[in-house]
């Protein structure tokens, strides 16, 4: 049993910054790869930014240079700050972990967070 737990969230004016945390718990070996996905009222849930196990990250171009993902190894945690948010950032946004199990079974498998809300006013 793997649970996700997101936290950071807010109402913030244009402008300002936020740091989402997401953190994992239960039966983790370890995790490849964390994503941040986000999800607008009337939109699909989009892709926001990844990091993989190496480090490498990946952003979606109406975030490069504004957002900054991060992963902690040792706490099973994956941060991202949002500077220069935008009205259009507001979204519930999403943490997902791409996992591999605790032995014996070893094995791999995904899950999501409940998701956060960010609200960004003009």
């Known amino acids: 049993q793997v649970q996700l737990m997101e936290s950071g969230g807010g109402l913030v004016q244009a402008g300002g910054s936020l740091r989402l945390s997401c953190a994992a718990s239960?039966?983790?070996?370890?995790?490849?790869?964390w994503g941040w996905y986000r999800k607008a009222p009337g939109k699909q849930r989009d892709l926001v930014a990844i990091i993989t196990g190496g480090g490498t990250t990946n952003y979606a171009d109406s975030v490069r240079g504004r957002f900054t993902v991060s992963r902690d190894n040792a706490k099973n945690t994956v941060y991202l700050q949002m500077n220069n948010l935008k009205p259009e950032d507001t979204a519930v946004y999403y943490c997902y972990a791409d996992i591999i199990g605790s032995s014996p079974s070893l094995a791999s498998f995904g899950s999501w967070g409940q998701g956060t809300q960010v609200t960004v006013s003009s």
């Open positions: 239960g039966s983790i070996f370890s995790i490849n790869e």
